[in-house]
């Protein structure tokens, strides 16, 4: 089992930045894909859409809406996952969840999520 534990979402302005964190425990090292998927308003856990991820050798992947605005990070000392976000706009609204994958088994896990709100 893998526990993933967000903090860091919260009310900014338009413009804006946001730090998100992604604290992962347990089975970590089974893990081999992490990133963060975000839930806009009114959709369904089945909308999530992937804002970033970052395998385990470092390569990243983005949203095309977030290329240029965020950056992925990893400390795996710290087994924690990071989201930069700059230049944030009202569309960037929602729930962030983590996610861990693991692309050998197919299990993948999530955690609670954080609101992210940006005013316009």
């Known amino acids: 089992q893998v526990q993933l534990v967000e903090s860091g979402g919260g009310l900014v302005q338009a413009g804006g930045s946001l730090r998100l964190s992604c604290a992962g425990s347990?089975?970590?090292?089974?893990?081999?894909?992490m990133g963060w998927y975000r839930q806009a308003p009114g959709n369904q856990r089945e909308q999530r859409e992937l804002?970033?991820?970052?395998?385990?050798?470092?390569?990243?992947e983005y949203a095309g809406s977030v290329k240029g605005r965020f950056t992925i990070s990893r400390d795996n000392a710290k087994n924690t996952v990071y989201l930069q976000m700059n230049s944030l706009n009202a569309e960037d609204t929602g729930v962030y969840y983590c996610?861990?994958?693991?692309?050998?088994?197919?299990?993948?896990?999530w955690g609670q999520g954080t609101q992210v709100t940006v005013s316009s």
């Open positions: 996610n861990a994958f693991n692309s050998y088994s197919g299990r993948t896990y």
């Open positions: 804002v970033a991820r970052i395998i385990r050798g470092g390569s990243t």
């Open positions: 347990g089975s970590i090292s089974s893990i081999n894909v």
